[in-house]
């Protein structure tokens, strides 16, 4: 059985099918307690269940750790044959590399063996990867008003979604708001984001929600606060299981749960055929806060996007004619 090493938080798997050249040893024994607690709080857990996860992939194939680049170029050459999104593949060679570096070793990913595999691979392959379509706001308010707000399904569901689509959220971010993240003010509440995909430093990062005027019906503070008050939630997670019995659980919804939620409203709403999934109240609130004339900086401060190239690839234009460009035909427009 492989031995791991004993620099957290990314060492290999150990399994019986698993590799190694060696024992492995990173000495962490002069670091003070707390020097300790900072590395192993260096990355996300989200992130290394993902690299763990890809390790064993690799170990799984016959990988051995640590590797060479011929090896590494092996691998994803033949994971490329398997038919993996490249996308995929070229998270499978960040974490080989993060491996390396988290031992201290030289990373194989960044020779020019592998550095040209991987760009073969996407220059090979449709790199033009399938998006969530944007959910609009007409759409958000059908799907509102499929939801019976008379019983708490309704109403944690129709919370879940109007702050998901408002706030520009993950499904994971929305599953992880706490009563204590959010703050009450006059003008709406302010959302503490504390991790998310873009900001695995663990800044703190806020989300200002505005309430909406008394006579509209789809406003998400309003729902939220239905929500509290009915399920009685005063701390902890704020969106959690209901029971046949109308029972409020204690834990907070798993990420899985949005998107079942969610389908089973589409379905109700007869928007299945749409192919929204939750990532969709994402995009859609950048779609239409765009078209509606919201400046990138207004956007981002609400989405967190840091990387310009990438909040433009959440604008989604429903129509090719949609806010087109060249839709000027006289001097005087």
Same mark, same amino acid.
């Given at each position: 059985?492989?031995?791991?090493?004993?620099?957290?938080?990314?060492?290999?798997?150990?399994?019986?099918?698993?590799?190694?050249?060696?024992?492995?040893?990173?000495?962490?024994?002069?670091?003070?307690?707390?020097?300790?607690?900072?590395?192993?709080?260096?990355?996300?857990?989200?992130?290394?269940?993902?690299?763990?996860?890809?390790?064993?992939?690799?170990? /799984?194939?016959?990988?051995?750790?640590?590797?060479?680049?011929?090896?590494?170029?092996?691998?994803?050459?033949?994971?490329?044959?398997?038919?993996?999104?490249?996308?995929?593949?070229?998270?499978?060679?960040?974490?080989?590399?993060?491996?390396?570096?988290?031992?201290?070793?030289?990373?194989?990913?960044?020779?020019?063996?592998? &550095?040209?595999?991987?760009?073969?691979?996407?220059?090979?392959?449709?790199?033009?990867?399938?998006?969530?379509?944007?959910? &609009?706001?007409?759409?958000?308010?059908?799907?509102?008003?499929?939801?019976?707000?008379?019983?708490?399904?309704?109403?944690?569901?129709?919370?879940?979604?109007?702050?998901?689509?408002?706030?520009?959220?993950?499904?994971?971010?929305?599953?992880?708001?706490?009563?204590?993240?959010?703050?009450?003010?006059?003008?709406?509440?302010?959302?503490?984001?504390?991790?998310?995909?873009?900001?695995?430093?663990?800044?703190?990062?806020?989300?200002?929600?505005?309430?909406?005027?008394?006579?509209?019906?789809?406003?998400?503070?309003?729902?939220?606060?239905?929500?509290?008050?009915?399920?009685?939630?005063?701390?902890?997670?704020?969106?959690?299981?209901?029971?046949?019995?109308?029972?409020?659980?204690?834990?907070?919804?798993?990420?899985?749960?949005?998107?079942?939620?969610?389908?089973?409203?589409?379905?109700?709403?007869?928007?299945?055929? /749409?192919?929204?999934?939750?990532?969709?109240?994402?995009?859609?609130?950048?779609?239409?806060?765009?078209?509606?004339?919201?400046?990138?900086?207004?956007?981002?401060?609400?989405?967190?996007? &840091?990387?310009?190239?990438?909040?433009?690839?959440?604008?989604?234009?429903?129509?090719?004619?949609?806010?087109?460009?060249?839709?000027?035909?006289?001097?005087?427009?």
């Amino acid at each position: 059985m492989q031995k791991r090493a004993r620099l957290s938080p990314l060492s290999a798997t150990s399994s019986h099918n698993s590799k190694t050249r060696g024992e492995l040893k990173v000495d962490t024994d002069e670091l003070t307690r707390d020097a300790r607690r900072l590395l192993s709080e260096s990355v996300s857990p989200n992130t290394v269940r993902a690299m763990r996860a890809d390790l064993k992939v690799y170990q /799984k194939a016959g990988g051995c750790l640590p590797a060479t680049d011929t090896e590494i170029a092996n691998y994803l050459s033949a994971q490329n044959s398997l038919g993996k999104a490249p996308a995929t593949i070229e998270r499978y060679a960040n974490s080989l590399h993060m491996w390396h570096r988290y031992h201290d070793l030289p990373s194989p990913v960044k020779t020019m063996a592998v &550095r040209s595999v991987i760009r073969g691979i996407k220059r090979s392959r449709d790199m033009r990867q399938a998006s969530a379509p944007a959910l &609009r706001l007409k759409e958000l308010h059908t799907l509102l008003d499929s939801l019976d707000l008379e019983t708490l399904y309704g109403l944690r569901d129709a919370a879940m979604f109007a702050l998901a689509f408002y706030g520009a959220c993950r499904r994971s971010e929305v599953v992880a708001i706490t009563v204590d993240d959010i703050e009450w003010r006059p003008e709406g509440i302010i959302v503490t984001v504390h991790h998310s995909k873009t900001n695995k430093s663990g800044r703190v990062e806020t989300k200002s929600i505005v309430r909406a005027s008394t006579s509209t019906p789809y406003c998400p503070v309003r729902i939220l606060e239905l929500w509290l008050q009915a399920s009685g939630i005063k701390r902890g997670a704020v969106f959690r299981a209901v029971s046949l019995a109308g029972r409020i659980g204690a834990g907070r919804l798993s990420a899985q749960v949005v998107h079942l939620r969610m389908q089973k409203a589409l379905q109700t709403a007869g928007l299945t055929a /749409k192919g929204y999934s939750p990532h969709s109240f994402r995009a859609g609130f950048i779609t239409e806060a765009h078209l509606r004339g919201r400046s990138d900086v207004q956007i981002k401060r609400v989405s967190g996007h &840091r990387d310009q190239r990438t909040f433009e690839q959440y604008i989604r234009i429903a129509d090719a004619f949609e806010d087109n460009a060249n839709d000027f035909f006289s001097l005087d427009e």
